[in-house]
């Protein structure tokens, strides 16, 4: 009898997270490296959030919370609904767990019976397919492309849909693309899920606050108020409010949804940190205008990065609507040869090159379930990924 689940042999680990560890383990043995890997603003958290945490020690909440939340954070979430997304929901449908993860894997976890299908669109955040198959579910992938800006198409959609089909998760803006879908875009797939009425849709707007220019973000139950009772929304503090570690994530949905996905939680970790919730509350309910300097900062960045790479030899970047990525296709470089005579056959021998000529880290990416292309955060300042760029320039130029 095997002792680790069989669960684990349907999952891999996280590529990011791979990442990351690489540059650092570079970085501790001297060599100069540039990681643009993970996906986490560079911005330090507001003073007025830190400053309601220490608030909160002080009074003493300190002791366990509610499963689903402190009531104060679960009406600053529905409130935050209603203001933002014209969504009415009361603060018993809400829920707030350890981040963003917890949320997503809760909800498959107390929906997803074996032979259960969840849609992906790719590229994907590497955790979703992962968490799918833990849970017992089948990821089922719909196809995007860069021609249509990695965004999902109803069409699309509608040739992967079955009657095993339970849920559709729709990442708007994308990690790792960066494309947002405008509301004529969600309009078409919502036609296509009023046709299958057993579709659910878990709408991951972690991005929300990132979107550039004139772009108007708008979530799936605001567009087409006939998904309502099978849309969970979910959220969190992690990138608009710089609060990544901190690990909050919320969501809100039908209650029956929240109840079940409460009582996965109360057996798992039971509520989120004490302390994070009040400074959450600060978070949602107190001023929101660093949010736009730190967005004006972001598209610079993502102006200056998409005009680099689009320089460089052979990559090819299309200008993504939001989030701190873009996902330049490297297709045109496959086959090419490094001075050393190592042949790039793969997107991974590109970065894994790359990381070793260069010492710039970046993320794969068939990871993503997508390529030859490869992801770069942009959440760093303009000087590293200018450094980084022409690192990628002198790279691609290189490659015979």
Request: net charge negative.
């Amino acid at each position: 009898m095997a002792f680790l689940a069989d669960a684990l042999s349907r999952v891999k680990p996280s590529a990011t997270i791979a990442v990351t560890q690489k540059a650092r383990e570079l970085k501790a043995k001297g060599r100069d490296v540039i990681s643009l890997g993970a996906g986490e603003p560079d911005f330090d958290t507001p003073d007025n959030v830190k400053n309601a945490a220490i608030e909160a020690i002080r009074r003493g909440e300190t002791k366990y919370p509610p499963v689903s939340g402190i009531a104060p954070l679960r009406e600053a979430i529905a409130q935050k609904f209603k203001r933002e997304n014209n969504l009415d929901y009361k603060p018993e449908q809400t829920i707030v767990g350890t981040g963003g993860k917890q949320i997503l894997f809760n909800a498959f976890m107390a929906t997803l019976n074996p032979g259960d299908e969840v849609v992906i669109p790719r590229p994907y955040w590497v955790s979703y397919p992962e968490m799918v198959a833990l849970c017992g579910g089948t990821p089922a992938f719909a196809e995007t492309s860069i021609e249509n800006g990695f965004k999902l198409t109803g069409a699309a959609l509608e040739k992967v849909v079955t009657a095993k089909t339970k849920w559709l998760v729709l990442n708007s803006p994308s990690n790792p693309s960066g494309a947002a879908y405008t509301e004529a875009e969600l309009k078409d797939i919502a036609a296509v899920l009023m046709k299958h009425p057993q579709v659910w849709v878990l709408t991951d707007d972690m991005y929300e606050h990132l979107t550039y220019g004139d772009f108007t973000f708008r979530t799936i139950a605001e567009v087409e108020p006939a998904l309502y009772e099978r849309t969970l929304t979910m959220n969190g503090v992690s990138k608009a409010y710089a609060m990544t570690g901190w690990r909050i994530g919320y969501a809100a949905g039908p209650l029956p949804l929240i109840k079940a996905m409460d009582m996965i939680q109360g057996q798992q970790t039971s509520g989120a940190c004490t302390i994070a919730q009040w400074a959450s509350v600060e978070a949602l309910n107190g001023p929101q205008d660093f949010i736009h300097k730190n967005k004006a900062i972001f598209q610079n960045r993502r102006d200056l990065v998409v005009s680099m790479l689009n320089q460089a030899r052979g990559i090819s970047c299309p200008t993504p609507e939001g989030a701190f990525y873009v996902y330049p296709s490297c297709a045109a470089l496959i086959g090419k040869k490094t001075q050393a005579g190592k042949v790039i056959e793969t997107d991974e021998d590109f970065v894994a090159e790359l990381l070793e000529a260069e010492g710039v880290a970046v993320v794969h990416g068939s990871a993503f379930g997508l390529g030859p292309n490869f992801r770069i955060s942009y959440a760093t300042s303009e000087a590293l990924l200018e450094d980084a760029c022409t690192r990628i320039q002198r790279f691609t130029a290189s490659l015979v």
